[in-house]
């Protein structure tokens, strides 16, 4: 049954008669929670999913990462915490804490070898979906990041019934039939009347290091995209080495794009108080 007293969504959903079916440990505290998604893999997702869980850090917030990606872990890498185990201390699993701060949680952190294959069945999945979520030590956090599985199938849709999101990004490219795929997650978060905070375009140009020229790579448009489905535009993220390297570099990028996120951390929690 859920204990609606611990929910980030209480007095919000609708519903506090504690019937939704979702699971909350009452002795996490956590103000709001977003999930970064798309329909399509290898947009992006876990990059921004990382670095705007530092830009809220850095803006004073406490912060939580969850890798929900189980198939394809990356929050570990990309926070520099390769190595690095999760452990349990009574009976709840207990996240690493990057230099920053920041609670991470990624099966990565409970494998042996990085490069071990999760070979499981959506059962198995969604069960550590819900450890992730009810049997982890997440303590007083104002945001706890889900970075969710590519797609609309079993896991994403476990996310989304079993964790109260206070609402969704989705990250798409600039090319059309990408924007095709992302339509169709859209949909699926507005089916299961999920708050769509807004499109954050990745990869939409990039800067030429001679003359400072914007190139544009691809030319879809997410601007009618998010105009068709009733959304915002938050940002406009240029491809760059040093976000494509993240994962080397210690989590640093150029300043103006350092200036994005912090943008895009602020926006997102101007519309989550209703600013």
């Known amino acids: 049954m859920a204990d609606c007293s611990s929910c980030p969504s209480k007095g919000k959903c609708g519903n506090d008669s504690g019937s939704c079916g979702i699971v909350n440990n009452p002795a996490n505290k956590i103000k709001y929670v977003v999930g970064v998604m798309s329909g399509k ?5 876990s990059t921004v999913s990382a670095l705007l869980a530092k830009a809220l850090n850095k803006k004073g917030f406490k912060v939580g990462l969850m890798d929900a990606d189980i198939t394809g872990p990356s929050a570990a890498r990309l926070m520099g915490l390769t190595g690095k185990r999760a452990y349990a201390m009574d009976k709840l699993i207990v996240p690493v804490e990057s ?7 990624s ?3 409970m494998l042996e070898d990085e490069n071990q294959p999760v070979i499981w069945r959506g059962s198995l999945l ?4 819900g450890q992730f979520w009810s049997e982890t030590n997440w303590g007083e956090l104002d945001y706890l990041i889900i970075d969710m599985p590519p797609g609309t199938g079993d896991v994403t849709l476990t996310v989304m019934q079993s964790i109260p999101l206070s609402g969704v990004i989705t990250v798409s490219l600039p090319q059309d039939m990408v924007g095709m795929i992302v339509t169709k997650s859209i949909n699926m978060a507005k089916m299961m009347n999920i708050r769509l905070l807004g499109l954050v375009e990745n990869m939409s140009y990039m800067i030429c290091p001679h003359c400072g020229e914007k190139i544009k790579l691809f030319q879809g448009d997410n601007k009618k995209l998010a105009l068709d489905n009733g959304i915002e535009l938050l940002c406009e993220l240029p491809s760059d080495p040093t976000v494509c390297n993240v994962a080397d570099n210690g989590g640093k990028v150029k300043q103006d794009i350092e200036d994005k996120f912090d943008y895009l951390a602020q926006r997102i ?3 989550l ?3």
């Open 99 to 105: 230099e920053e701060g920041i609670k991470v949680l």
């Open 273 to 275: 108080e209703g600013k």
């Open 41 to 45: 893999g290898g947009v992006g997702k």
């Open 269 to 271: 929690d101007d519309i």
């Open 126 to 129: 969604s069960s550590c979906i």
């Open 107 to 109: 099966l990565n952190m």
